[in-house]
């Protein structure tokens, strides 16, 4: 079994696969002479979709577009593998996790955060106070092996001087810890995104977020290779591209807008809402030099414990030619 799934075989149960038209053509049109055309773009937790929708960018195209939804990257990954779905979209060790499991991407974009959208989450009442104090405790870490979240945890034992070995770590999907920690059956969660500004709104404390380097800040649009080499399909994904740019940019300049449509569209409190709308990707592009020695030195890193394997070279995996086209 591919490791991106050896945590989660039940995940496509848990996360089910939900299609929505954003963008339709004509039905008889399509970019080039292949007829109608439909792009399938992977999502978490309606994030991407969110943005695409609160910019207004994907109204007018002559192709569809539609959204794989799902809780976590590990199933969004799967579903990719799959067939199920065109792009990916997740942080920089999930996505480099689905590569060393065998899943034939290119990373076609780039984008950046503060990494404060991943935290290490303690019970308001824990004795928990620093990072060393994690040593010899359970760990929960949502979603899977080789989630942005334990990317965190490594490099914050690390940096406290402990190692991986030090905690026992847990996984488990956002929807089933956010449950667990609210009931407090959970003492300490590695979590990320919504799942994390919610905790904290109900009481949740932060140990410690992925700022001052202890997460890149990375994170990537993938495309299958099967996309890429449909000429068709690959027109479609750099017209995407040029509007999702528009879209990070529109976010970036708009703050208080971006909130508001995170909390009519996908329900969340005006706290949990400015949160995500301030810990977001805001800076997207190709993937840079820079971006790919970034990432790699996630891959570096999170091998050496024994969380990727087989390791990865970033710069095989890159593909900036849809931004040329």
């Not at 960018?57 to 590990?74: I, N």
């Not at 667990?180 to 109900?202: K, L, P």
């Not at 800040?217 to 740019?245: C, F, M, P």
Request: some cysteine.
């Amino acid at each position: 079994m591919p490791r991106i799934a050896r945590t989660l075989t039940t995940a496509l149960a848990a996360a089910a696969l939900l299609l929505t038209t954003a963008g339709c053509g004509s039905g008889d049109g399509g970019t080039g002479e292949g007829g109608s055309v439909t792009l399938t773009l992977g999502d978490q937790a309606g994030n991407l979709q969110t943005l695409a929708t609160a910019a207004g960018v994907l109204e007018d195209t002559d192709y569809t577009v539609k959204w794989a939804e799902f809780e976590g990257a590990a199933p969004l990954f799967q579903a990719v593998q799959g067939g199920a779905a065109d792009t990916g979209y997740a942080a920089d060790l999930p996505t480099l996790q689905a590569l060393s499991g065998g899943v034939p991407l290119r990373a076609v974009a780039a984008l950046r955060n503060d990494g404060s959208g991943t935290a290490i989450l303690v019970q308001e009442d824990s004795d928990i106070r620093t990072v060393a104090d994690l040593a010899g405790r359970k760990v929960v870490v949502s979603s899977a092996q080789g989630s942005i979240a334990e990317l965190l945890l490594a490099n914050a034992l690390e940096q406290a001087g402990l190692s991986y070995d030090d905690v026992e770590v847990q996984y488990l999907l956002p929807t089933d810890a956010q449950a667990a920690f609210a009931s407090g059956r959970i003492e300490v969660w590695a979590i990320f995104g919504a799942y994390q500004h919610g905790a904290v709104e109900q009481g949740g404390r932060v140990l410690i977020d992925g700022r001052d380097g202890l997460t890149s800040g990375y994170g990537l649009i993938t495309a299958t290779e099967r996309t890429l080499a449909d000429e068709h399909k690959s027109a479609a994904l750099a017209d995407v591209l040029e509007r999702l740019g528009r879209a990070f940019a529109w976010a970036a300049e708009h703050p208080e807008e971006y909130a508001r449509v995170i909390q009519d569209k996908n329900g969340a409190s005006p706290y949990v809402a400015e949160a995500l709308a301030r810990s977001s990707y805001l800076s997207f592009g190709p993937v840079t030099d820079e971006a790919i020695a970034a990432i790699q030195g996630t891959a570096d890193t999170m091998h050496g414990i024994g969380v990727l394997d087989p390791h990865v070279d970033v710069a095989e995996h890159v593909d900036n030619a849809p931004h040329g086209r």
